[in-house]
C-alpha cells in the first residue's frame, strides 16, 4: 500500500489552519486564548467544544473527543487517517504525490479511478435527463413529486431517471471519450450472449426507464445505483440494483450514510429503514439521521459503519409481520455489534415512507419518540404473544430470546433482559439462566476452538464448569464472552482498560500486550502522575531555554537519562523526542498531535490542552500566578524532584515489605540500613520540594 511521504505529512499539517478547517463545521467565538463552539459531535447546549489556534489543537471538554487538524477531520467525516490527509491537502492545494506505487499497484488504482469516473458521469447524465429532458420530467419528475419529494431533496441525493432506450447512456459515454470496458465492469451496460454464455458482441444499457437512486460511498463517490421501475409488469423486478463490482461492495455501503454521518453523530442516534424512499422521505422531514439497508439483510460491515458515528441505532419497521420476522436476524447482529437497539413499529400496512405523509413531519417525530422501546423487549412481547398458550411454541420462543440476550455484550445489560424476559413470560429467572447457560456453551462448543464454557451465565474460575461463580450465586451477572478477532485488533489499535471493560463486559481482564499502554496496573497512580508531568513538560516547552543554551529537552534528558519513564506509551514517547532531539530537532507538540497513532494523538493532546485560563483582570491587578512558561527551570526541577521522590518511596515500601518476611540477621541489618537511607534522601527532597516532611504518596 502506498504512503504519503513524511515530509509531505508535515507540510499539510503545518499548512492546515486549524481555526479554518473546524470553522466549516461550527461557528467558533474567542473567548481568551481560546476560540469555543457547540460541540459538533453531541448534542449540548452551552459550549464545552474549545480550539487553541496557539497549538493547533481542539478539545470537547464534555465529551472527551480531542485531537489536532488531522483528528478533527478523521472524528468528523469518519475517515481514516489518510483520507484525513487527502482532504487537508485538497482543501489548501496541496498536491499528494504518493511514495512510488508497483506496477501492479498502479494498475488496480487506476482501474478504480477509472470506475469512480464513470460512475460519476452516469450520475450526472440521469441527474440532467430527470430535470432536463422531456420524459425524465413527465415520468421521472412526476413520479417522485407524487412521492412528496421537493426539488431540494431530489439535488441533496442527486436522484436521476434513465431512458427508456436501449444504448441512452452508453452512447453518451462513448460520446464523451469514456472506454465502454468501464461502463460493464460497474454493471452499468450488459453483455449479451448466447445460450452457450458467449459473447454476441452487443451491449445495452442495465438500467432503462427508471427513477436512479445514486448510491454513495462515506467519502460522497457514486459507487452503484438503484433503480425503480415505473412500469406495470408483473414480469419486471420493481427494484434493479448495481452488480458487485470493484467499488461497489453492497455489504460495506448503508444508503444515505453520506448524507446522514453528521446529523447521526449529532442525534447520537441512527435511524434504520429499508428502502429509499424511506430515507428520501424522513430526510425531507427533518429527520436526517436516517440510512436504509437498501432491501438487502444487514451485514457486519454495514453495522461497523454505523457504530463509526453512534452507538445507539433505532429499526423502524413496517406494519408488515412477514418482514418483521424477517427483519430480526439482522436486529440481532446490531447487539452483537455492541449497538444499543431500540425498535418502532408501524400500524399495520405503513412503512416509515407511508406514514411521514399521511401524519406528517410533527406528528412522525412524537410517533418515533413515544413508541420506541429496547428490542428486547420488543422481540419478548412478539413472540410471546405469537407463542399464546401453546407450550411447545412457547419454549421455542423463550429459547430464540435468549438467543438474542447471548449476543449483547454488556453483561449488566444481559441480566436486565433475563429478569424482562423472566417477568414477560412467567417464568422462574433460575430456569431462564441454566438455559441460558447451555445455550451459550453449545454456541462455545461448535466454535472454532471452543472451550465449551466461555461466555456461560456467571463462569468464573474456581467454578469447576457449574455455569456459576464461586459464590454459587445463580443471579451473578453473565461472565464476560470471549474477544472476538475484531475487537483484539480494535483493542491492539486503540488501547485502554475502559474500552476493554466495555467491550467484554463487567469484569474483563484482557491486556493486548500492544494495548498495555494505556493500562499499567502495576503502576502506582502516582508514580503515571509524576512522569506525565515530566513528559508534559518536555512536549511543551522542549525549545525553551531553562539556562542560556540549554534547552528544557536537554535539560530533562541531562538530569533523567535515556530511559526514566517506566509507563510503556510515555516511554515510547520520551524516546520518540529523544530521537528528535539527537536529529538537531526540538520535538514539535503540533505535529506529535498529528501522528499516525491514536494513542499518540490522544496523549498529545491531552497534555496540551487545559480547560482554564487566567483571567486577564488578574494581571492588570497585579496578581501573581506562577507560570511555567516565564520560569521554565523551576517547573522542570520539581518535576524531576517529585519523580524521584516517588522512586525513593517505592523503593522504600520495597524494604519494608521485606521486612515482613523472614530474615537472618544480616539480611535485617541491611535493609534497615537501606531505610534509614531511603528516609533521609525522602526527607532531603521533601525539603528541596518544600513540602512537608513525610509521605505523600
Known sequence: MARIPKELVDHIIQTADIVEVVGDFVQLKRKGQNLWAPCPFHNEKSPSFSVNPAKSLYKCFGCGKAGGVVQFVMDVEGTSYVEALKYLAKKYAIEIQEEEKTPQQQLEQNERDSQFIVSDFAKNHYHRLLLNSEEGMSIGYGYLKERGLNLSTIQTFELGYSLDAWDDLMKAAETAGYDKKYLEKTGLTVIRTDDQGKDTGRRYDRFRGRVMFPIHNISGRVVGFGARTLKRDDKMAKYLNSPESEIYHKSDVLYGLFQARQAIRTQEVCYLVEGYLDVLSLYQGGIKNVVASSGTSLTEGQIRLIKRYSDNVTVLYDGDAAGIKASLRGTDLLLEGGLNVRVVLFPDGDDPDSYIRKVGDQRFTEYIETKSQDFISFKTTLVAREASNDPVKKAEAIRDVLHSIAKVPDAIKRQVFLQQTSATFGIDEQVLITEYNKLVKTASQKAPGGSGNAGSYGQGAGSANTGFP?????????????????????????????????????????????????????????????EREVLRLLVLYAGREVEEEISVAAYLMGQLGENPLQKPLYAEMWEICRQELLAGRFPDARLLAQNEREDIRQLITDLATERYEISPNWRTKEIYVFNEVDLPKLACDNAVLRLNKVHVQRELDQCLEKLRHPLDDVEMFEILGDIKRLKELDNELAGLLGTVVGRTA
Open 470 to 530: 464461586p459464590s454459587n450465586n445463580p443471579r451473578s451477572a453473565p461472565a464476560p464472552r470471549p474477544m472476538t478477532d475484531e475487537e483484539e485488533a480494535e483493542m491492539l489499535m486503540y488501547g485502554g482498560h475502559e474500552a476493554t471493560v466495555e467491550i467484554l463486559g463487567a469484569g474483563a481482564s484482557f491486556q493486548p500486550s500492544a494495548a498495555k499502554a494505556e493500562a499499567d496496573d502495576d503502576t502506582p497512580d502516582m508514580l503515571q502522575v509524576c
